[in-house]
């Protein structure tokens, strides 16, 4: 019912950037808080950025100043913008959304979008 996509990966060299952009679709009443994680193999999922719907963002200590996440309620997306990239930033990078649904009484749940790889290069 509901629909996250993630676009804006790909291979970069170290110092320079990328922007991911992340699209919320399907049967949306409200969302919530809006957030990145990123996975390396054999590595739990860690969070880089989090922003409420009222635009409160909290980023992980190792992308502060690096890294930048916005998001546009009208349009249901969130996009993390990254500069400064470092070759340990390497990782599939995932959009994930506390969304409300309207069914008879509202449920929410926490969605995730497919992931999209980032590769810096040093």
């Known amino acids: 019912q509901v629909q996250l996509v993630e676009s804006g990966g790909g291979l970069v060299q170290a110092g320079g950037s990328l922007r991911l952009s992340c699209a919320a679709s399907?049967?949306?009443?409200?969302?919530?808080?809006m957030g990145w994680y990123r996975q390396v193999p054999g590595k739990r999922r860690e969070l880089v950025a989090h922003i409420t719907n009222s635009g409160t963002t909290d980023y992980a200590d190792f992308v502060k100043g690096r890294f930048t996440i916005s998001r546009d309620n009208a349009k249901n997306t969130v996009s993390l913008q990254m500069n400064s990239l470092k070759p340990e930033d390497t990782a599939v990078y995932y959009c994930s959304a506390r969304v409300g649904v309207w069914k008879a009484v509202l449920v929410v749940n926490d969605y995730w979008g497919q992931g999209t790889q980032v590769t810096v290069s040093s």
């Open positions: 399907g049967s949306i009443f409200t969302i919530n808080t």
